[in-house]
Every structure is written in structure tokens, then in C-alpha cells.
């Protein structure tokens, strides 16, 4: 049974001294508009979403390689040894959809090469042209932006170590940079989409383990960047429409949502559509 009624939510979080999301095309310093609007990418939330959802023991495709729980060196390798088994492209997309979840949710494009070689018993002559399958997920994530403007702050780092060698001669000092924002609150905005959730198959009980994982989005994962505590979820809002289409728009859900640019408190404008639930942060 697919997803019943749309879903929009948002979550609210708080950073402080941390780089919650480098940009590797500007010295890995804080993501950040034009306008001084502190900013993380969709991609690195629906990164830490799949990790929490691995953390809650959920099949996941899209693993990073320092936290995969299977022996697969590549999306490749991990895609080949549950796929391999059907030929046709629907059953693939079905297959994939039934085994990771953020599959059926965030959707996935999987693309194989052609055959080289002789055909084997029963198959078509090889030199194909290969095939591309593209999932549409149900569930949209988008980035996150600061509520005000936010402070970066650049500090010079040294390493001044012997990195080999006998140890008897110093190594030469390294220079580098390390960046962090001392303090920001932030807003991300997402929906789950009934009619596309009828192809994935994505379930009542699949968004209830996102909305569980969502308070936690930030637990295990600190790095040197992100120290732990540093980033911390405030506020899960969670509106769920009593229909497939929804009873207004998400433009209208999300706007009506106020959130205080130095405490991170909520208040919602009146728009006659879902009642928000907020969920305290873990």
C-alpha cells in the first residue's frame, strides 16, 4: 500500500562553530548566498536522512563508503548483486524500489552498459547500446537556509609533525585553513507526493521512519568540522493533508511557517489547510 495523503514538513536547526556544509569550489569555507544567508545543499541533507535511516536499520543504496555495512565497492557493484538477477527494465525499478528505501523515496537513476562479446544461451547478440533506468522519487528535500545572515569565521591551522622518516628530523609545517559559522539558525522545507509514491511503493510506514529519523538528523555524525553538539535539530513541523492532493499547496504550508531568527520558536500563519505537529528536537 502506497503513501494515503501528502506530507509537507520542515526542520529547524541550530549551528554553532561548526561547518555544517563546505563548498569544495571555495576553500571547503561555510556555503553561503549572496546575500550572507548561511546555506546547505539538498544533497548533504538527504546524505545525513540515509545515514540516520541506516543508524535505524533501514536498507539503504546510496551508502558512503565509511559507514557501508556490505562488502560492495561501488553503487556498481551494490546495484549488480541484487539486479543482475531480472532482465527487464521494470522489474529492475520495482526490484530496486522493494530493496532500499531511499530509493523508493529520493528516486535513483541506475544506468548499465552495453554487452561486449558473444551472447550467451537465450540472450540477444551483444554490442546493445545498454540502458538507463530512472526512478522519481516521492520525496523532495530543499536546501536549507539560514534564517538571518551568518558570521564566518577563517583560522590558520599548522601541522608541525614528522610524517615519516626515522623521527629524528622534523617535517616541514603544513599550512592550511579551517572555517566554521559561529551561529546560525536554519530551515529546511520537504514533502512526500502520494501519485508519485504509487510507483516507488513508498508507504504510510516509510515516511513514519523519515518523520522519526528527522529529530536526529545530526546525532553520530560529528567530524573535526562539525564537533558533536555543534549542530543541533530544534523543531520537526510535520503537516499531513487528509488527502492525495492536498488541501493547499505546499508554497502555502511552508510560508506559513514564522520562525524566530534567534531562538529558532515557531509560530503559523493561518491558511486553513493541515494542522502542523511539532515534534521537539532529540
Known sequence: MSLK???DFAVIFKVTNANPNGDPLNGNRPRTTYE???ELSDVCIKRKIRDRLMDA??????????????TCT???????????????ADEKAALAC????????????FAFTARKGKAKDGEASGDDK???IGIRGPV?????????QVSVTSSQITKSVSGEGDGTKRGSDTMGMKHRVDNGIYVFYGSMNPQLAIKTKFSDEDAQAIKKVLPKLFENDASSARPEGSMEVLKVIWWEHNCPSGQISSAKVHRSLKVNKDNGEVDFDKVGGPKPEVIGGF
Open 130 to 132: 545498454g540502458v538507463s
Open 98 to 109: 522493494s530493496t532500499w528505501l531511499d530509493v523508493r523515496a529520493f528516486g535513483q537513476l
Open 5 to 7: 495523503n501528502k506530507i
Open 140 to 148: 523532495s528535500v530543499h536546501p536549507a537556509f539560514s534564517r538571518s
Open 74 to 88: 561501488s553503487l556498481r557493484d551494490r546495484a549488480d548483486r541484487v539486479l543482475a538477477k531480472v532482465k527487464a
Open 36 to 38: 550572507g544567508l548561511g
Open 57 to 70: 536499520g533501514q536498507e539503504i543504496f546510496v551508502q558512503s563508503d565509511d559507514r557501508k555495512k556490505d
